[in-house]
C-alpha cells in the first residue's frame, strides 16, 4: 500500500511560479511512475507531468515548457515545478503513483492552485 499527500497548492498571480510537492509512504519500491494530474470542475482529471523509473517523462502539450516534474527516491519525495502560471491553469492537482504489474493507481487528497490577479 502507498499513500501520496501533497502540499505546496495556493494562490499565485499570473506569469509567477508553485512548487508542488508529494510526499509518498508505504511500499514505494512497488511505484512504476510517479507524476501529477490536474482536475478542472466538471471535468475528469487530465495529466500534467509523469515521470517513470526509467527517466521517461510525459508531459501535456498545454504545460510543456513551463512546469517540470522531478523525483527524490531518497525522500519519496516528487515535485512539480511550476512557471509561467496562466490563469488556465487553475485546478486541483493531485499526486499520482501507478505500478505496472499489476496495474494499479495511488493518488493523493489533492491541492488547489489558483492563478489570479
Known amino acids: 500500500q502507498v499513500r501520496l499527500v501533497e502540499s505546496g497548492g495556493g494562490l499565485v498571480q499570473p506569469g509567477g511560479s508553485l512548487r508542488l510537492s508529494c510526499a509518498a509512504s508505504?511500499?514505494?519500491?512497488?511505484?512504476?511512475?510517479m507524476g501529477w494530474y490536474r482536475q478542472f470542475p466538471g471535468k475528469l482529471r487530465d495529466l500534467v507531468a509523469m515521470?517513470?523509473?526509467?527517466?521517461?517523462?510525459n508531459y501535456a502539450d498545454s504545460v510543456k515548457g513551463r512546469f517540470t516534474v522531478s523525483r527524490d527516491n531518497a525522500k519519496k519525495m516528487v515535485y512539480l515545478q511550476m512557471n509561467s502560471l496562466k490563469p488556465e491553469d487553475t485546478a486541483v492537482y493531485y499526486c499520482?503513483?501507478?505500478?505496472?504489474?499489476?496495474?494499479?493507481?495511488?493518488w493523493g487528497q489533492g491541492t488547489q492552485v489558483t492563478v489570479s490577479s
Open positions: 515521470l517513470f523509473n526509467d527517466g521517461s517523462t
Open positions: 508505504g511500499t514505494v519500491s512497488s511505484i512504476d511512475g
Open positions: 499520482r503513483g501507478t505500478t505496472m504489474n499489476p496495474g494499479y493507481d495511488y
